[in-house]
């Protein structure tokens, strides 16, 4: 087994998906408030709303705080001239292993709250699926891209 990658991506990553994760919240604490509202009319009786409220502090707690302090801490991520080696997951640690051979494109997206905080994902593409190294500083997640596009030239021209 090889050794864990070197490289974390950027801190303030945990920001990018703490805010995600509010925005989607933010969707289930309305329909609670909703169904609360309307609470008398359809019956529902006290203990189950106490419960709903008590799952749905739980739970923004977990996907708001818990989540993304865990999942920065296991993403990592190393380019080798012949290979892209990733590691991500929160209960299930995988570890990728890319060949250069068989990357096909890499590009770079950044969407608004990526913007805001100066972050890009990198993604690298092969014939199969696509791999992201996700929230890099937008500086670093360019020179990736070249990096890798680089090496992935490299390779072609060995074949």
């Known amino acids: 087994m090889k050794a ?3 490289n974390r991506i950027a801190s303030s990553a945990k920001k990018v998906w703490r805010i995600n994760a ?4 933010l969707l289930v604490v309305i329909a609670a ?3 609360t509202y309307f609470q ?7 203990l189950v709303l106490y419960i709903g409220w008590g799952v749905i ?25 012949q290979e892209i080696y990733i590691q991500s997951g929160i209960f299930i640690v995988t570890q990728t292993i890319i060949p250069m051979i068989r990357v096909q494109h890499v590009d770079t ?31 670093e997640a360019l020179e990736l891209r070249d990096r890798i596009g680089v090496l992935a030239r490299v390779e072609e021209e060995d074949v």
């Open 4 to 6: 864990q990658p070197r």
């Open 57 to 81: 502090i739980a739970a923004l707690f977990f996907f708001i705080w818990l989540l993304p302090a865990v999942r920065w801490k296991r993403w990592r991520y190393e380019v080798f001239e």
């Open 22 to 25: 509010s925005l989607y919240m």
């Open 109 to 139: 997206e950044q969407g608004p709250i990526l913007k805001k905080f100066g972050l890009a994902t990198v993604s690298v593409s092969t014939a199969a699926t696509t791999h992201q190294i996700p929230a890099l500083a937008l500086e």
């Open 33 to 35: 408030g909703v169904v």
């Open 40 to 46: 008398d009319a359809w019956s529902i009786p006290d």
